[in-house]
């Protein structure tokens, strides 16, 4: 399999739409991207093998594949995750994974999130300057709370794939979720009574 994000950022660079850089573009590349029915998450995990690192840099975004310790009492758990460390935790990390939301509310969590940017190079150099207080402290990242997950070291079974923040709005909205022990719908569902109370 081809690279999807290279395709996607070429034909969006021919169309005139400069990944990240304003509203237009980002709602353009989430179109692309969630134009996409079934993705397989093997074949594009293993299609770019360059992007692969051992260990996650706080405020980049990462895929891996995830086997949930806890998994026999868990109501399910995502076992790609698309994920935002955060912050060290005891045996890993805290991560902001944006699978657990639908379309819609991912797109205003993470048009939230662009305002807590590192620049707005949308290069290796940018990284989310995210934390619990900030999130916490916001109404615009409201929606931040169904996706707070704490990731253990031991339980990560790939090597980590580096996601470029041109690339951020592509990874959000690829049908890549893989839920188990429940359907996404209903994994947004819960989700979305966490987030409103209903």
Not at 9 to 25: C, F, H, L, S, Y
Not at 62 to 82: E, G, N, Q, V
Not at 92 to 100: C, E, M, R
Not at 101 to 116: E, H, I, S, T
Request: glycine share 6%; with cysteine.
């Amino acid at each position: 399999m081809a690279n999807i994000f290279d395709e996607i950022i070429t034909k969006g660079v021919r169309a005139g739409q400069v990944p990240a850089r304003t509203k237009q573009a980002r709602d353009w590349y989430r179109e692309q991207a969630g134009s996409f029915r079934r993705i397989n998450e093997n074949k594009f995990f293993k299609s770019d093998s360059s992007r692969l690192t051992k260990k996650p840099i706080i405020g980049s975004m990462y895929m891996y594949f995830y086997d949930a310790k806890h998994k026999d009492t868990l109501p399910y758990y995502d076992r790609f995750p698309l994920v935002f460390p955060f912050a060290e935790a005891k045996g890993g990390f805290l991560g902001l994974n944006l699978h657990y939301l639908p379309l819609d509310q991912r797109a205003v969590l993470m048009n939230a999130l662009y305002g807590v940017t590192s620049n707005s190079r949308y290069d290796e150099s940018t990284k989310m300057k995210l934390n619990y207080d900030t999130l916490k402290s916001a109404s615009k990242f409201r929606l931040f709370k169904p996706c707070v997950k704490h990731y253990l070291t031991s339980q990560v079974q790939t090597q980590f794939m580096y996601i470029y923040p041109s690339e951020w709005d592509i990874a959000l909205f690829l049908p890549t979720e893989r839920f188990q022990g429940a359907r996404k719908t209903t994994v947004f569902k819960d989700s979305r009574k966490q987030v409103l109370g209903r």
